[in-house]
């Protein structure tokens, strides 16, 4: 939740009226980046697979992108330009990410582990951020004030014994997941 905050609110300054493009948004941060962009009066676009528009839909995305259609990026420019583009996936092309962007707007990466993650950070014109949602009071309570009030939705994939960690961290690293994993105690 924190990371998509940051990467919708914080970093991306996304307001009223503006438009967030989110690539990997059937994922567990994606999830909660199309709903923060609703939720502060703007809209998104979400990119996932056929298989999950649906549920992308119901998050309030205003349209949805299927990436095994072609390059979504070449799809989302019918949608440009955007506020934000968030890859929550890693590995888009950054400047095809800062192409769609408005004046003034971010391009975020939240799986930044690539030479070339790096690199976008540091060309010009300095729109494209790393992010990583470093825990911090008042974001955690923007984000318990968001689910608590219900603009925010947690979709749980499945609940499992903590002694399935092995598992809980296999499934989380395949990167298929469309929800988050809970892991009780008892």
């Known amino acids: ?26 994922g567990g941060v994606g999830q909660l980046a199309v709903q923060f962009a609703v939720d502060r009066g703007g809209s ?9 528009a649906a549920l992308v839909r119901d998050l309030g995305a205003e349209a949805v992108l299927d990436y095994t259609l072609g390059d979504p990026l070449a799809q989302a420019r019918a949608f440009a ?7 929550a996936v890693g590995g888009a092309p950054g ?12 391009h975020t990466m939240i799986a930044n582990e690539t030479v070339g993650g790096t690199l976008n ?5 300095f729109t494209s951020r790393s992010v990583l949602g470093r825990p911090d009071a008042e974001i955690l309570r923007q984000v318990v004030d968001a689910v608590a009030h219900g603009a925010v939705k947690i979709r749980i994939a499945e ?3 903590l002694t399935d960690v092995a598992r809980a961290l296999e499934l989380s690293r395949a990167g298929r997941l469309t929800g988050k994993l809970v892991l009780l105690t008892s």
């Open 95 to 106: 400047a095809a990410c800062r192409a769609l962007l408005a004046p003034g707007g971010r």
């Open 44 to 52: 998104a676009v979400g990119v996932c697979s056929g298989k999950n």
């Open 1 to 26: 939740g924190v990371t998509a905050y940051r990467c919708i609110v914080e970093v991306g300054r996304l307001g009223p009226g503006q438009r967030a493009l989110i690539l990997g948004a059937s």
């Open 81 to 87: 330009p955007f506020q934000v583009v968030l890859d």
């Open 159 to 161: 609940t499992m014994p």
């Open 121 to 125: 950070i540091l060309v010009p014109p």
